[in-house]
């Protein structure tokens, strides 16, 4: 198994830290290493066999799987802002391979749209595909650079003190385009009417969980343009990511700690003071950050006193848990050379209508899949044949809804019992027909495959829905004021893609919005240190 961190035992933390992180995702991660370089001793507590959140490894019959991380925008130069956070985190440690320079390829029916490196070049295609509609494509790409040049000021407001967030967030959309909050479909249907072209602009929406006729603009505007540079991937694989971070809070004196699950938040006199554990053991701190999700924190790890003081039970009614997914790892024989393995992810829909084939979708499982995704991590890391030569991996995901196997929730891990298997081989065979009729070569090479269900993600991240990308990115869900940083609870803070949001970019976001509120007077230092870093000599 591809472990990071270090299994909890009572004895092995310290009496008191500066700060608790209750989460190793790269939210949690983040904030905890850059309070780390601040000069605060923290622990991390994850509750997994190894950290990382959606951004570990895993590895089965001789090959290995990321989890989450199949992509990531904006790190390809060294002083991309995201690039600029990793290096910092990691001290340089995280090195960062370039995808094809056709990153995604759109497949509607018989047709497919690559998506090209380089905002002119998308551009450009786009017009030679519809050349009826390039003055829609025009407002289209001007508007995505409006609406994603406005998260800054969207979310300004997260990195300030509660009550100047309040009165910030008054005034917000005076300061940013009200397209942010409008669905997706409603922008594009207001630039254009043609159908195939709305369908191949939001050909990633499964990047956020969400079709076009639900999605607010905003997520939308700021995954298309993370991606307008290309992909890249983490080289030696996304297990990587928390291997490099580690090392940063332990040289502060901290620690990572796994096999650590949390009960439940300990407050005494209205604050946060530590969170006693699942074996009745207790870690005490001064600031509590949670990295476990909105739902979860204030739902269940929040005592029920304090969720009824804080109103939490309504708050939580205004949001939803986003769709859970099915994930197909199939390992292969043969190198991505010979088997002609590309680094270019693939978007497989049957038809133009992503919401009707959704909504098919979820009324009858047994049906058509209303979108598939295939990514190729063994070709996109550079590494790979030096630890694995002779096999590559492929990955298919698809939405799914957690009703379908909620059922089996209260069984245990791998021991859920014939009718389980059965709906998931019922699955497993959809989707490895759905690879091989895009990559009928693989149809003989596969060595072996398993799949991953809503249980799957509830099991090992903890998400009770099973979900996949925390709370739903719906515009009701971006008005929540009390989606803040720093929660009523003094000395509790709330991090990760939650509090900005979906994606490892967006959870990376939520990591340094939370470090900055907490550091108050001196949030200034966060983005100096950002600003001011050298890699080590």
Not at 123 to 128: F, T
Request: charged letters at 20%.
């Amino acid at each position: 198994m591809k472990r990071t961190g270090r299994r909890y035992r009572p004895g092995r933390a310290a009496e008191h830290y500066d700060v608790i992180v209750i989460g190793s995702g790269i939210g949690g991660l983040a904030c905890a290493a850059l309070l780390s370089k601040l000069g605060r001793k923290v622990c991390v507590l994850e509750q997994h066999y190894t950290a990382g959140g959606f951004t570990h490894s895993y590895e089965r019959e001789g090959y290995e799987w990321d989890v989450g991380v199949h992509y990531v925008g904006e790190v390809h130069k060294p002083h991309a802002p995201l690039r600029r956070i990793f290096d910092v985190i990691s001290d340089g440690r995280i090195q960062w391979a370039p995808m094809d320079a056709v990153y995604d390829r759109i497949i509607i029916g018989e047709r497919h749209y690559d998506f090209v490196a380089g905002r002119d070049n998308l551009m450009a295609d786009l017009k030679r595909w519809f050349p009826q509609e390039t003055a829609a494509i025009d407002a289209y790409f001007a508007l995505v650079q409006r609406v994603s040049g406005s998260m800054k000021d969207f979310f300004s407001g997260q990195a300030m003190p509660r009550a100047m967030a309040s009165v910030y967030n008054s005034v917000r959309k005076l300061r940013v385009p009200k397209e942010c909050l409008q669905t997706t479909r409603q922008v594009l249907e207001s630039l254009t009417q043609n159908q195939e072209l709305i369908a191949v602009l939001t050909g990633q929406w499964g990047d956020y969980g969400l079709v076009p006729r639900d999605a607010a603009f905003l997520m939308h505007a700021a995954l298309v343009k993370h991606y307008f540079a290309g992909g890249n991937y983490p080289v030696g694989g996304s297990w990587k990511i928390a291997e490099g971070i580690i090392p940063t809070i332990r040289a502060a004196g901290g620690e990572v700690f796994t096999y650590a699950r949390v009960k439940q938040l300990l407050i005494e006199n209205g604050r946060a003071t530590g969170v006693s554990m699942e074996d009745g053991s207790t870690v005490r701190a001064a600031s509590v950050v949670s990295n476990a999700g909105a739902r979860l924190t204030f739902g269940q790890l929040l005592p029920a006193a304090e969720r009824e003081r804080h109103g939490y039970p309504a708050k939580l009614d205004k949001v939803s848990a986003s769709i859970g997914h099915l994930c197909l790892y199939a390992g292969f024989k043969g190198d991505a050379r010979e088997l002609g393995l590309p680094r270019t992810n693939l978007w497989v829909y049957p038809n133009a209508d992503h919401e009707g084939n959704y909504e098919k979708f979820l009324a009858d499982p047994k049906g058509p899949m209303a979108m598939m995704y295939i990514s190729f991590p063994s070709a996109k890391d550079p590494e790979w044949d030096q630890h694995y030569p002779g096999k590559s991996t492929v990955e298919v995901i698809t939405l799914a809804k957690y009703e379908w196997f909620e059922q089996w929730a209260d069984q245990t891990w791998n021991q859920r019992g014939e009718e389980y298997e059965a709906l998931k081989q019922h699955f497993m065979t959809q989707m490895l027909e759905g690879l091989f009729r895009q990559m009928p070569q693989l149809r003989d090479r596969l060595d072996y495959c398993e799949l991953s269900t809503p249980l799957s993600t509830q099991w090992f991240n903890m998400y009770d829905r099973g979900e996949l990308y925390g709370l739903d990115h719906d515009p009701q869900r971006f008005e929540q004021k009390w989606l803040h940083t720093i929660t009523p609870i003094k000395g509790l803070y709330l991090t990760g893609q939650d509090v900005v949001t979906a994606g490892v970019g967006g959870a990376l976001m939520g990591g340094v919005m939370t470090t900055a509120a907490m550091m108050g007077a001196k949030s200034m230092q966060v983005f100096k240190l950002l600003k001011t870093w050298q890699p080590p000599a």
